[in-house]
């Protein structure tokens, strides 16, 4: 049986997709991996996470983005045999030999064309920051999936791992589904809660939900190589959306003693 063609669409990341892509290499035909340059990516919030959480918590951010960036200067110089293409996605992309590439509209119709030339099974989104129109979701043959930090259908939206923490959730999760031109209510192929009682940082949650969801995203890229799926419903009315933090909100997270970092 042939491997699933597949591209993952995302945004820049140093701290855990990278390892999420270099799991997922192991059990499709990885063509691609795409990174979306689009107004609503975190990086583009730096602003925001300033607001958010506090100058030190930004500078704390800020430290570790920048020995990520050594990190990779050195990885490239020694042939990714320090940190294996880990501190960024573009090396992921470099070390597993596939293509990179940069976009800052996943619509577009020429870079629908690009994609369509590719003859590509299936889309795989890792926190891409843009919602998929119905001419990408219907191009590959097995459709487009999402890897979403939260036990759908509640905590749809933005930045599950902020608000799940916020509200002092026990239980956090990570669910693999389907994608509709709607945002977080297509079917679900599998799920799973993962502790999260003893978080007090925004980073726990997501290393929970991401290394979780990984593990996930194996099980459903194997059901669908295999036809043997078992969809559930994702009802939107049975859980909450959330947007981005608002200032109070974020007030109310640091008063918690609640962290970034």
Known sequence: M?????????????????????????????????????????????????????????????????????????????????????????????????????????????FIDKLEKMQIDLIVSLSAPQKFKKELIKLPKYGAINLHGAYLPDYRGCFPSFWQLYNREEYAGATVHYIDENIDTGKIIIQEKVYIGDCKRVFDVIKKTKELG???????????QEGNLILKDNEPSKGRYYSWPTKEAASDFRRKGLLLI
């Open 2 to 110: 042939n491997k699933l063609r597949v591209i993952v669409i995302t945004q820049e990341d140093y701290f855990f997709l990278p390892k999420v892509i270099k799991k997922v290499y192991k059990y499709c035909d990885l063509i691609a991996i795409v990174i979306l340059k689009h107004k609503y990516s975190l990086k583009s919030k730096k602003t925001d996470f300033l607001q958010w959480f506090g100058l030190r918590q930004a500078i704390k951010l800020s430290l570790l983005v920048i020995s990520k960036e050594i990190k990779s200067i050195l990885d490239n110089i020694f042939k990714f045999k320090l940190f294996g293409g880990e501190s960024r996605i573009k090396d992921a992309a470099k070390y597993l030999n596939i293509s990179y590439i940069e976009t800052s509209n996943v619509n577009d119709i020429y």
């Open 214 to 224: 990984g593990e996930l995203l194996i099980k459903a890229l194997k059901a669908i």
